[in-house]
């Protein structure tokens, strides 16, 4: 297994329909019109020498080395800034050409003598190859002139600027640089974020990242830029420690929904870097820093190897072999179940782990317990989603691709943070803003999406947290009342008198601009001027996160957003459609493989005969027709003494889940609590097994991103605890007496498109063939569905849904005056288990509460103060940031860091419909602190306590 080499074409392709027809070196070819000469050569294999072009990035034609000639003109022209004519004859290799090109390289060379010696540098850069491709052999210039190369034996040089190593994952050399622009252009054209320029004049061009250094800059570590750069001037640390990787293998990401393609690329099994596939369907290439550099939690010191178990909460853990792992847990399971009945055990399936993982759980806890009783973070977050959309539309998904935005004429973002939370995609969204398209953003916070860089919001609606639904009515009241509506699409794709019992509804005064204006603390013009925007604008695209899902009103708020779609006809084309960002790598697919109490994989409800039957005719035993219990309500009966064991694959409901002291207190009423992970997560305060879990680098498997592409998870590495996590299910399985033989994780996923209509021709060598595709991919449907509801909506007649507006529960008042809503930041994910185990600490070492300078100064605040938050749930401390981002009354923390532990601050409220938890709505006081709570001192010594573990002793000599 050698290393992926892909094809680089130099520019971008062209999308024209139009074919023209030249001849390069006596050789046809037909490309479409604006097809760079570059290209069009490099599409019958002919590679021109060049430095400052990429397929990533437009054509910039500086660095003279690409040049051709062109018969019947004069002149040697850049063939990256030059289109392909008809029937042009181009010559790219003549006694001219080569002479040109070798001048051209050995000036760049007496400058910059490291970039073409092998021995000196690492003799794998674009640089190297084109010193060689030229034949260029001696520099006949020297380096005794003026040059930037670093000065020795004790000489001076001037223009000599030290190597910038203050980024944790790559630096910086200026002795290298050849002020290609490559590094600046792919900051501006591929990330959006503008961070990099070119300073100073001629021999004095510099590329800089800001006034000081670039871990000081506005730099997000992307790793555009040293991807993009063709010398050795920008270059991960990890390849100037170990040198260049030798083999490479394709596998997805396993932090957020988007689900980035990347090149794994190793020396046997040390991983050396992780580079963005352009052939990623959902990336196309680029990444952000999490996914480009933050893998080394994998290898982290914290990481357990081995499988664990303790009698007592408070004992030491107690290192085991596997079989004594697995053989205690079915003993204790049995004896729970034999106790306190068939119910008092469940499990709950994780959204990180791959689909046949997920699968597995499920399948184990329905077959093998006997009951229903599993759940999953997907439904903590964004169950809504699948309630709401199931109502509407007939299907529990987002109805695009990612593609799709490059046609949208106006985004509107609803309580999302795409620039934190989905970094590719909003690079991707930002590059058509910057083309033109219009945004308007829906969230109480301002966002970095808001205003940045050549991007910025027509519309901001800083909503007060829990009056989406109230907005969102409001916006559908000036498109009624003002006909705005797509009364043809409505007649001849959804239920006419539906419509206009729904239109009725919004029109009412109580649903006008004026009145939710009020409540919301919004302008009526400003959600007047929206609601105009999105319905007039053109292809108009809603894209939105956790700020509409984890609310009472979650369910109702989807519906009003596909109320909104349906009404303008913003539904089964490119360009439009309803799109959930969803949070981690594979909510989606714990969502489709059947996570939830009450359905089997493929939103199949439980007490379908039919569908049962499927499964019982396959597993061989009888299945319960009755919904399971819910994560909160495994945890009251664990209280009440009816539920007493559980088994958690990869999630750390502790720190992720709302009220934390309702967690502990039923996490410490259970008889064996069982946590499948890393790491000794916070959950794991309160095991009595651990089974030490495998990264993504160590397994085969798949994700479904939220787009729903299903892409391949492909073994990088062997697993360092010896089991991939399908392997330690099937092996607990087997103990408990089920006879799984699965091989393969191949073999589940044949189980599974078996089973689940929308997955029918899925298989790993069917995804290999075609790279990814979107569910469904049936019959109906062979090479996927990146658009959902062309021709029709999946459930019929799309639905159009009264969506009242409900006041949440949680009410200010005057011992709580301040709303606390949360979210994410670019440099954490989710409960930071793995991020915070990396040099992303770097960006974020502690939660910080965000809170506006009036609130601020009102309290006696000063930036950095230790506060105490406090609910009606609970209180904990943590350092203030005094900033506009937030109105007055609101204020914002982010859940990354345990030794915060902000979800011990939210409530229990949640979701009418699912039971998704208000995480964005809880009613605080915010006051001068000292240091920590009295709750955060006791837990931080009950979680020492429990992380003991006790070493075998060694016999005296």
């Known amino acids: 297994m050698g290393l992926i080499h892909e094809i680089d074409y130099g520019t971008p392709a062209s999308k024209a329909e139009k074919q023209i027809t030249l001849t390069i070196d006596g050789r046809s070819v037909t490309v479409p019109e604006g097809t760079s000469i570059m290209r069009a050569a490099m599409e019958i294999g002919t590679e021109i020498p060049k430095l400052c072009a990429t397929d990533m990035l437009d054509s910039f034609g500086s660095c003279r080395v690409c040049l051709v000639e062109i018969d019947g003109r004069g002149g040697t022209p850049a063939s990256c800034t030059t289109p392909v004519a008809e029937g042009i004859s181009v010559k790219t290799q003549s006694d001219r050409l080569s002479a040109i090109r070798r001048g051209v390289m050995e000036l760049y060379v007496s400058d910059h003598p490291l970039g073409w010696d092998a021995n000196s540098g690492l003799g794998g850069s674009e640089f190297d190859a084109v010193v060689q491709s030229t034949g260029l052999t001696e520099n006949r210039y020297g380096t005794d002139g003026r040059n930037h190369v670093a000065p020795g034996n004790g000489s001076l040089n001037i223009d000599y600027i030290a190597r910038d190593a203050s980024n944790p994952y790559f630096t910086y050399d200026p002795a290298q640089c050849i002020v290609c622009s490559r590094c600046v252009r792919a900051c501006e054209e591929v990330q959006g974020t503008f961070a990099l320029t070119v300073e100073g004049r001629g021999f004095e061009s510099r590329i800089a990242a800001g006034p000081t250094d670039f871990l000081a800059s506005e730099c997000v570590s992307c790793g555009a830029c040293v991807q993009a750069c063709p010398t050795d001037a920008l270059r991960e640390k990890s390849v100037l420690e170990k040198g260049m990787p030798t083999s490479s293998v394709v596998t997805t990401c396993a932090y957020c929904g988007v689900g980035c393609s990347f090149k794994a690329e190793m020396q046997g099994e040390d991983l050396i870097r992780m580079v963005p596939w352009k052939d990623g369907k959902a990336n196309r290439g680029h990444s952000c820093v999490k996914g480009r550099f933050a893998y080394g939690y994998s290898n ?39 106790q306190y009945g068939k119910g008092a055990i469940g499990g709950i399936t994780s959204s990180r782990c791959t689909n046949e993982e997920t699968y597995l759980v499920q399948k184990l806890i329905r077959q093998g317990f006997g009951n229903n009783n599993v759940d999953t973070c997907a439904r903590v977050c964004h169950s809504p989603t699948g309630y709401g959309l199931g109502q509407t539309y007939g299907t529990s998904a987002g109805t695009q691709d990612f593609d799709s935005v490059e046609q949208t004429d106006v985004v509107m973002i609803i309580g999302a943070n795409p620039t934190d939370g989905h970094p590719v995609f909003a690079s991707r969204l930002k590059k058509r803003l910057r083309q033109g398209a219009k945004l308007i953003v829906l969230d109480p916070r301002r966002t970095d999406i808001v205003r940045s860089a050549h991007v910025e919001a027509q519309h901001h609606l800083p909503l007060k947290p829990g009056t989406n639904v109230a907005v969102l009515t409001a916006l559908a009241h000036v498109i009624v009342t003002e006909g705005l509506f797509d009364e043809a699409f409505i007649r001849e794709r959804c239920d006419w008198s539906e419509f206009e019992d729904w239109a009725a509804f919004v029109a009412e005064e109580q649903n006008s601009p004026e009145t939710v204006g009020a409540l919301a603390g919004i302008d009526p013009e400003e959600i007047r001027g929206a609601a105009r925007l999105y319905a007039r604008g053109g292809n108009g695209a809603i894209y939105y996160g956790l700020g509409v899902t984890e609310h009472s009103q979650g369910s109702t708020t989807v519906m009003a957003i596909a109320n909104l779609a349906m009404a303008t006809g913003n539904i089964g084309r490119p360009g439009v459609g309803v799109n959930p960002l969803r949070g981690q790598n594979n909510v989606q697919g714990a969502c489709d493989m059947g996570s939830f109490p009450h359905e089997l994989p493929g939103y199949r409800h439980i007490s379908g005969d039919a569908v049962r039957d499927i499964y019982e005719s396959l597993w061989g035993t009888k299945l319960d027709n009755e919904p399971g219990l819910r994560i909160p309500n495994m945890l009251d009966a664990a209280v009440e003494g009816t539920f007493r064991g559980i088994y958690i694959q990869g999630e750390d409901i502790l720190q992720s889940d709302p009220d934390t002291s309702h967690v502990s207190a039923g996490l410490a009423a259970m008889e064996c609590v069982v946590v499948h992970d890393l790491f000794l997560n916070e959950t794991a305060n309160y095991a009595h097994v651990f089974l030490p879990g495998s990264t993504f680098l160590e397994k085969d498997g798949t994700f479904t991103n939220a787009e729903r592409r299903i892409n391949r998870v492909r073994k990088v590495m062997a697993p360092k605890n010896g089991l991939a996590d399908w392997e330690v299910t099937q092996k607990l399985a087997q103990a ?39 569910w469904p991919c049936n019959e109906k449907s062979p090479l996927g569905t990146p658009i959902m509801h062309i021709d029709g909506f999946v459930r019929g007649k799309g639905k159009f849904i009264r969506t009242e507006y409900v006041a949440t529960d949680e009410k200010t008042g005057p011992r709580f005056p301040l709303l606390l809503t949360t979210g994410r930041i670019l440099s954490q994910y989710n409960v930071g288990a793995q991020t915070r185990r990396t040099e992303n600490v770097v960006w974020h070492d502690e939660d910080r509460l965000e809170i506006h300078p009036h609130d601020a100064e009102q309290r006696g605040l000063r930036d950095g103060d230790w506060v105490r938050l406090a609910s009606r749930a609970g209180e904990t401390t943590l350092r203030s940031l005094i900033t506009e981002r937030v109105a007055p009354g609101v204020v914002y923390t982010t859940f990354h860091h345990p030794n915060t532990q902000a979800n011990v601050i939210t409530t229990d409220f949640s979701d009418w419909a699912t039971n998704c938890p208000e995480y964005k709505v809880t009613a605080v006081q915010v006051t001068p602190s000292n240091g920590p709570s009295d709750w955060q001192v006791d837990y931080q010594d009950q979680a020492r306590q429990s992380r003991r573990i006790a070493r075998p002793l060694e016999a005296a000599e």
């Open 736 to 774: 408990m007496g089920l006879d799984w033989n699965y091989a393969h994780p191949s073999e589940i996923m044949d189980e599974i498109a078996r089973t689940t209509p929308s997955f029918q021709l899925v298989s790993y060598e069917y995804l290999d063939q075609m790279g990814s595709v979107q």
């Open 300 to 338: 982290h010191k914290d990481r357990i190897l081995n499988p664990m178990v303790r009698e007592k909460i408070s004992d030491p853990w107690r290192e085991v072999t596997w079989d004594e792992a697995f053989a205690h847990i079915a003993k204790e399971f049995r004896r729970i179940q034999y």
